[in-house]
């Protein structure tokens, strides 16, 4: 029967609710409905990709090209967490469709930099805001569930992150800059780079001036965001 469960003890029997028997770990539930957002962010972000004539990959290396400006087919691969191979390919469709050009990069004499062009740049400009409609269903949270959302995704990113399975790119707490839990009050952190102090759901998860510490550092910087202040 679909319901309760019981249990004998001594004469008396007791059920327990069926929820408290039937139900997955929290963190199983969180991850599958991750999951489900991330099949709609997939089917969105090929639906829009489609609509604009590129694949996904194309629609997000013209949005990093955008946001980031020229860069290599390695920077690229390393920002996106696509192999080398898959940027290349998709570099060179690009380039035949005219969305992007390449020119010598001063930095590596035997590498090339992308740069879009004018309708590249108008395609990636259009291609970052594919993922608003997630932003729009997070607006529809409380100020106080967004913040604990906020610091969910980035402890989550952080540890995928060390496992290798995200870049490790952009965000404050793997940056040489990040200074942890050095005040109190509203806003404890501290980027070095701008001398300015940061709130914990104000910590950056795509920063263009991130600098990669050292494992160590970053272990540091870890413990320290996680030790009560
Ligand atoms: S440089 Fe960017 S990533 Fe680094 S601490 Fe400052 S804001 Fe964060």
Wanted: net charge positive; glycine share 8%; proline share 8%.
């Amino acid at each position: 029967m679909l319901g309760l469960l019981s249990y004998r003890c001594g004469v008396s029997s007791r059920r327990l609710p069926y929820f408290d028997e039937n139900t997955e770990p929290l963190p199983a539930r969180i991850a599958t409905g991750l999951h489900k957002i991330g099949l709609a962010m997939k089917q969105q972000a090929w639906q829009q990709a489609n609509d604009e004539g590129l694949s996904p990959t194309q629609g997000q290396i013209l949005a990093v090209l955008v946001a980031d400006g020229p860069l290599t087919g390695s920077e690229l691969s390393a920002k996106l967490g696509v192999t080398l191979p898959t940027i290349s390919d998709s570099v060179r469709v690009l380039a035949e469709k005219g969305l992007v050009t390449k020119s010598r990069d001063p930095r590596h004499p035997r590498a090339s930099l992308l740069t879009p062009t004018k309708k590249g740049a108008a395609l990636g400009t259009r291609a970052r805001s594919w993922p608003e409609f997630i932003a729009t269903a997070i607006e529809g949270l409380a100020p106080e569930e967004q913040r604990a959302f906020f610091s969910g995704v980035m402890k989550m990113l952080r540890t995928l992150q060390e496992q290798g399975l995200v870049p490790l790119h952009g965000m404050c707490l793997s940056c040489t800059h990040f200074r942890t839990n050095v005040r109190s009050g509203p806003s404890p952190h501290h980027c070095a780079l701008v001398d300015a102090p940061l709130a914990s759901d104000q910590l950056r998860l795509e920063c263009p001036e991130h600098e990669l510490a050292l494992p160590a550092a970053r272990n540091e910087l870890w413990e320290q965001l996680l030790r009560p202040s």
